[in-house]
């Protein structure tokens, strides 16, 4: 089986698109989306109905801490994102909200976990950014591969038993082979908000039969995602902000 | 898993046991034959056991992951890979005879032997740099020759894929390697560094030419560390009869600063396969053990060495290709192409400084007449080319150990400016190409020979015409015209 992964959409249409775009030319069985479909980008209604219209056709969708605070409420965030989740409210339907803050926390598929942030404790987003937190992760789960979000960075990271993680980070379009006797956590970098100072949107692909999971990047139209930020009630500033970080990717 | 209840007669994803051939502390390896199959065949099977050692599992699951992503005859071939989860185990072509270890039993070999098996290893270790693989465990027992001629290097269990996650990333807390052929930064825990390879190669090289190894066979942390600062006994003390450029070359090799060895395995096959090319330094002149205040000096710099940040394999060897000029002296327009072809070197070597530049020219001898060499004038016709190439180089003010110059002699001079670029490890080869000319449009020329068959790039430097309807075809400067093929 062929299983494609998207994270961190962040209301980033054109690059969702990309995404969706590539994926489906490169074919897979399933789709699986690792949270924050919403926040920081322009277009979290049209996002949010795509996502759903995936869903019905089968994809497994997990809730961001973005999509939480929907309804948790944005106190753990920092400025930029609690205002950019206020103005996201206002673009929302009420359905598109109840659909977002209840997507469950995470999906089990065979010896894949899919969660958002990491696996010790899915709903208090804590970010695995380091070897140590990743072996953490993996030690509190007996899913051999886990799969996640959250950071905008992608990793890898890897483990045999009793033995420390170690990271990798993998290259675009290289294959990685996936040993059947070590732990695995994949942070899939992001679709809307690359932080890896590549601005190109990012997208994942894990294939079950030959165990190799393979990150691609796609160019998309970020002038267009730019100006519609620019373009929203978002404070000038803070648009501008966010516009910019599209264009360095961090 | 069960691997240990393996037995001859039993049959594994359709390969037939036939006999344990070796059983090492990681694996078992046992000859197998399956039907409809003719090669001879090896299959490899890790001890994955309870209780046992974890690291030897580590060394299957690298290989496992490696060996499949190589081509070439410098490597085993892999017939078939076993699925981990049920009985992991790799089938690989069984190379005939024995490995080097076995001819190092007759050490110290002749400086021919050295110097032709050295080429040979070097150029192995050149392809698998190439397709991003660090061997790190280079030693005699892990080096095979094929009966067709090339060296095929075997076991890849401790080796770098520098696309791949590094599998021994976090066993470092000790060295890994052998002991005795390890280069000092891999006793650091550095494992990203293709020059590794050439100093364990540089030991194998004196082991074979003085039948003693540089380093002995340290057993400690503190013994190995030695090598950070001991500089190995001068062959020409062991071996008095050895040539002082076979002392460069392999001393140069045991560098304790990767910077100061050969930078890639391709220069080294370059130098054993053109020993009178060599430039001698002091390393050759060495007859005695360095003395004390060397030795303080050394060690000194060896507690003090700066580790330079980790740097990819590809971006390694970019860094140091072999660039040859194939240049023709004999047309009309010889003076102002090859000018062309040296402003285009000079920007090139600008880009690359430890590249090493090989000069060719090719005398055309026809198949009637071979052994006329010498011309009208009663001059030899070789050694004016010679220096005619050397004259040509001049100018370019390029070190000396960076240049070498060659005048061969070939019936067809596009095919040996090919057999050349191949032999000896060429990255990137630059030729001149004459004006268009309707007779060499129907007789095709050197250059177009060139780009279409070289197996690495090729630039062609061509003169540029004003137009056709310029009788004159008068020369306005020279552009470079981009062609590079693919490598």
Redesign the interface.
């Known amino acids: 089986m062929r299983i494609a992964f998207c994270a961190d959409i962040h209301g980033n249409r054109a690059a969702f698109e990309a995404c969706l775009l590539d994926s489906g030319r490169r074919g897979y069985d399933q789709l699986v989306i690792l949270g924050d479909v919403v926040g920081y980008g322009p277009d979290p209604q049209w996002c949010t109905d795509q996502v759903r219209d995936l869903q019905a056709k089968g994809a497994l969708v997990v809730r961001g801490n973005h999509d939480a605070s929907l309804r948790e409420g944005t106190s753990s965030m920092n400025e930029l994102a609690r205002r950019a989740i206020e103005w996201t409210l206002t673009r929302l339907t009420p359905d598109s909200v109840e659909y977002l803050t209840s997507l469950p926390l995470s999906h089990r598929q065979e010896e894949r976990l899919y969660v958002h942030a990491n696996a010790w404790a899915p709903a208090l987003w804590d970010y695995i950014n380091t070897?140590r937190e990743a072996e953490r992760s993996m030690r509190l789960t007996d899913a051999r591969l886990s799969f996640c979000g959250h950071t905008h960075v992608p990793e890898?990271y890897?483990?045999?038993?009793?033995?420390?993680?170690?990271?990798?980070t993998p290259?675009t379009g290289?294959p990685?082979?996936i040993?059947?006797?070590?732990h695995y956590l994949m942070v899939v970098g992001a679709v809307g908000q690359p932080r890896d100072h590549n601005p190109a949107a990012c997208w994942a692909l894990y294939d079950t039969a030959k165990r190799e999971y393979t990150i691609y990047r796609v160019s998309y139209d970020i002038e267009l995602t730019a100006q519609k930020i620019r373009e929203t009630a978002m404070p000038q500033a803070m648009a501008e902000r966010l516009a910019k970080r599209l264009f360095v990717g961090s | 898993m069960e691997s240990h209840r393996l037995r001859a007669g039993r049959v594994i994803d359709g390969f037939k046991l036939e006999e344990l051939v070796h059983t090492g502390g990681m694996a078992a390896l046992w000859r197998v034959t399956k039907a409809g199959e003719t090669r001879s065949m090896l299959m490899k099977v890790p001890f994955l056991g309870e209780g046992d050692d974890h690291s030897a599992i580590i060394g299957f699951e690298i290989e496992h992951m490696i060996l499949p992503r190589l081509t070439g005859p410098h490597v085993p071939a892999v017939i078939a890979v076993g699925d981990f989860a049920i009985l992991p185990h790799l089938v690989i072509e069984r190379l005939p005879g024995k490995s080097l270890d076995a001819r190092l039993k007759d050490a110290p070999l002749s400086p021919e032997d050295v110097c032709w098996l050295g080429a040979k290893i070097a150029t192995a270790l050149q392809d698998i740099h190439r397709q991003h693989v660090i061997h790190l465990d280079v030693k005699p027992a892990n080096i095979m020759l094929r009966e067709s001629g090339p060296a095929v290097m075997i076991d890849y269990g401790l080796a770098r894929h520098d696309e791949l996650p590094d599998l021994l990333a976090e066993e470092s807390d000790q060295p890994i390697g052998t002991n005795a052929y390890m280069a000092p930064e891999q006793v650091l825990g550095i494992r990203t560094d293709p020059r590794s390879d050439i100093f364990a190669l540089g030991v194998v090289l004196y082991e074979m030419a003085s039948g003693e190894k540089p380093f002995g066979n340290p057993s400690t942390r503190a013994g190995m560390r030695q090598r950070l600062y001991h500089e190995p006994r001068p062959l020409r003390a062991l071996q008095p009869h050895i040539a002082p450029w076979l002392q460069e070359i392999i001393l140069k090799c045991l560098e304790v600063d990767p910077d100061d060895r050969f930078q890639t395995a391709g220069q080294l096959a370059h130098a054993l396969r053109n020993p009178d090319q060599v430039v001698l330094t002091e390393r050759a002149a060495r007859t005695k053990s360095p003395g004390f205040v060397k030795r303080v000096k050394n060690w000194w710099q060896g507690q003090n060495r700066v580790i330079a940040p980790p740097m990819r394999v590809a971006d390694r060897l970019d860094k140091a290709p072999i660039i040859m000029c194939a240049l023709d002296f004999s047309v009309d327009e010889a003076d102002a192409i090859s000018d062309a072809v040296k402003r285009l070197v000079r920007r090139l070597l600008e880009t690359d400084p430890e590249a090493r530049l090989v000069c060719l020219t090719v005398l055309k001898t026809s198949l009637v007449k071979l052994d006329e060499a010498l011309d009208q004038g009663g001059r030899n016709i070789y050694l004016k080319r010679l220096v005619a190439l050397k004259d040509w180089a001049r100018s370019l003010d390029l070190l000396e150990e960076s240049v070498s110059f060659h005048v061969i002699e070939a019936v067809d001079p596009a095919q040996a400016i090919l057999d050349y670029a191949r032999f000896n490890s060429v990255d990137h080869i630059v030729v001149g190409a004459r004006g268009h000319s309707t007779l060499r449009r129907y007789l095709g020329s050197v250059s177009s020979r060139v780009v279409a068959e070289a197996s690495c790039s090729v630039t062609v430097v061509r003169l540029t015409f004003t137009g056709e309807d310029d009788d004159t075809s008068s020369v306005h400067g020279a552009t470079p015209e981009m062609d590079h093929t693919g490598g």
């Open positions: 070897p890898l890897h483990m045999s038993p009793r033995r420390p993680a170690a990271a990798f290259l290289k990685i082979p040993s059947t006797i070590r």
